[in-house]
């Protein structure tokens, strides 16, 4: 879908209502920490005690392998998950490049966690993997703008954590005993229905600095939706590209 027939289409106009609605209550609470709120994976209030309380779950306790996005918000995961001896997998901004996930092993890194597990330090320190190339993940951790007591999420319009996770599917490194968790701070936890489509997928767990709530099973995408992809887009991801 074009971008300027997303910006027309009715699910995509009341997925931006719902960000702009929870990027302004988390501005008012002040509970966004720098760089704010807007236009993002906030950075919210308590990531620590959310990513502390995740490490206390039995997906957690049964993880080797999992995969986070690069956000703010989840770097204190990141850093709990190497300081635990998991492999962490992260993916390149945007999955620019023809190897776009990145493998960043306790074992080898040289540098404390919190630093590795930083969008430069996985840069720099992280081991470049093809899409086939990831191991197979026991937990995703996935950044949220809000998502409801059902699973469904809103991320911040970009679309690349749904193609992490078609990806992922596709190549077999994320099945049903995949466990799939966002953090998030208690007021992007709605109760309302929130707008989703066939290629958005739900989440197994909501972790926040107060309480992990189990979501109920859903099915998952079965892979990449070619028809909700355009030209450009296919093209500005290699792997994808490759696959088409």
């Not at 999992?66 to 709990?80: E, F, G, I, T, W």
Request: charged share 30%; proline share 9%; hydrophobic share 40%.
């Amino acid at each position: 879908m074009a971008p300027e027939d997303a910006a027309r289409d009715p699910v995509q106009d009341a997925k931006q209502a719902w960000r702009s609605r929870i990027w302004d209550e988390m501005s008012r609470a002040r509970v966004a920490r720098f760089p704010g709120a807007r236009g993002r994976i906030p950075n919210f209030t308590g990531a620590e005690r959310a990513a502390s309380r995740l490490a206390d779950t039995r997906a957690w306790q049964r993880t080797s392998a999992l995969k986070s996005n690069p956000d703010l918000p989840q770097l204190p995961v990141r850093a709990a998950a190497l300081e635990a001896d998991r492999l962490v997998v992260m993916a390149v901004p945007r999955l620019r490049t023809p190897q776009p996930f990145l493998l960043l092993d306790p074992d080898i890194l040289d540098v404390a966690p919190r630093r590795a597990a930083s969008i430069k330090g996985a840069d720099a320190y992280g081991e470049p993997l093809a899409v086939e190339d990831v191991p197979r993940l026991d937990l995703v951790v996935c950044g949220s703008v809000c998502v409801n007591t059902e699973g469904i999420r809103i991320g911040k319009g970009g679309g690349y954590s749904d193609l992490e996770m078609a990806l992922g599917i596709e190549e077999g490194w994320i099945d049903r005993d995949t466990t799939i968790v966002t953090t998030v701070h208690p007021l992007q936890v709605v109760v309302a229905d929130l707008p989703e489509t066939d290629h958005d997928f739900r989440v197994d767990l909501i972790v926040t600095p107060d309480e992990v709530i189990h979501c109920p099973e859903a099915p998952r995408p079965p892979g990449i939706l070619w028809d909700h992809l355009d030209d450009d887009q296919v093209d500005a991801v290699p792997a994808l590209a490759d696959r088409r």
